[in-house]
Nanobody, 120 residues
Framework: VQLQAYGGGLVQPGGSLRLSCAAS????????MGWYRQVPGKQRDLVAR???????NYADSVKGRFTISRDNAKNTLYLRMNSLKPEDTAVYYC???????????????WGQGTLVTVSS
């Protein structure tokens, strides 16, 4: 199973970006999916998470500005980021909790990360 994250880049404060994360490979089903972010020297923190049924939770710092969504038919996760701030600058990682067969346990897979830089 591979997760490919893309959509990062340089944006001015107050701007918007949409990140995408496509899962491929031996996928039977995907449970929860999520976005995390990490800055150098700090731990990787949860940004937002979404279950297979569409329930979501967000870090307090992004509530009202970021929206997580998923397209189950395409095994793709999205993160719409509005009103971006310099403190949102980080490498953003996606993950997915995947069953590779009907009888397999759930494995967590990570994407490679995409850099978001918010600066004027």
């Amino acid at each position: 199973v591979q997760l490919q994250a893309y959509g990062g880049g340089l944006v001015q404060p107050g701007g918007s970006l949409r990140l995408s994360c496509a899962a491929s490979g031996s996928i039977f089903s995907i449970n929860a999916m999520g976005w995390y972010r990490q800055v150098p020297g700090k731990q990787r923190d949860l940004v937002a998470r979404i279950t297979s049924g569409g329930s979501t939770n967000y870090a307090d710092s992004v509530k009202g500005r970021f929206t997580i969504s998923r397209d189950n038919a395409k095994n793709t996760l999205y993160l719409r980021m509005n009103s971006l701030k310099p403190e949102d600058t980080a490498v953003y990682y996606c993950n997915a909790d995947v069953r590779t067969s009907a009888s397999s346990p759930v494995y967590r897979f990570w994407g490679q990360g995409t850099l978001v830089t918010v600066s004027s």
